[in-house]
């Protein structure tokens, strides 16, 4: 079945404008998170999705970070006024189940120019 | 401390057996997970083993999980070119993962 995927793949923005990143979860999962990945380093937890509950957003780095979630479908990340120092990898994943397997997206590279 | 701690870097010969450590910190983890990820790709899981087991073999896959000094192995036997990736251990806190900063593996021929 399909995966988790993610649009664009690649986003080049210059500093100071929005952008926008979007994450399609496989169909049935309830949970949904979003990370960072920096050149180099492990990832960065950023923001929880769990059905109709409140988001867990303790790991977004900024006001300027913010992320919505239609139901259990379709999730948008948005970063305002990006600055160069966002440029990373957006990881998205999904989960089902009690065992916390999440099963990730294959990441939008974000370049703040 | 806070961190699920990796070694960075591991290099290893193809066909011989790589071994990589991390360090976690969670004893109540209930899982402890172990992804792949291959350049320009998202995360694979690879494994993962409950806490309640020492060992879990998966074909080329060994891991080691010891949990009085908090320590979880991954072992790949008869390593090959495709298995050069960055390996990150994960161990679940409540509904999340907190990963480990990934060790790079490099197979040479």
């Known amino acids: 079945g399909a995966g988790v995927s993610q649009s664009p793949s690649n986003k080049v923005t210059e500093k100071g404008k929005d952008v926008e990143l979007r994450c399609d979860p496989i169909?049935?999962?309830?949970?949904l998170y979003w990370y960072r990945q920096r050149l180099g380093q492990g990832l960065e937890f950023l923001i929880y999705?769990?059905?109709?509950?409140?988001?867990?957003k303790s790991g977004l780095p900024s006001d300027r970070f913010s992320a919505e979630r239609t139901g259990e479908s379709v999730s948008t990340l948005t970063i305002q006024r990006t600055q160069q120092e966002d440029s990373a990898v957006y990881l998205c994943?999904?989960?089902?189940?009690?065992?916390?397997?999440?099963?990730f997206g294959p990441g939008t590279r974000l370049t703040v120019l | 401390g806070e961190d699920v701690e990796q070694s960075l870097f591991l290099s290893v010969r193809e066909g011989d057996s790589s071994v990589i450590n991390c360090t976690y910190t969670d004893s109540s983890s209930t899982y402890l997970y172990w992804y792949k990820q291959e350049p320009g790709a998202g995360l694979q899981l690879l494994t993962y083993?409950?806490?309640?087991?020492d060992m879990k073999q998966d074909q080329r896959l060994t891991v080691l999980l010891n949990k009085k000094d908090k320590h979880l192995s991954l072992r790949i036997a008869d390593t090959q070119t495709g298995d050069s990736a960055i390996y990150f251990c994960a161990e679940s806190k409540a509904d999340k993962l907190i990963f480990g900063t990934g060790t790079r593996l490099q197979v040479f021929p």
């Open positions: 999705f769990q059905g109709n509950s409140a988001p867990d």
């Open positions: 169909s049935g999962h309830t949970a």
């Open positions: 994943a999904s989960r089902t189940g009690q065992r916390n397997e999440q099963f």
């Open positions: 083993i409950f806490s309640n087991m």
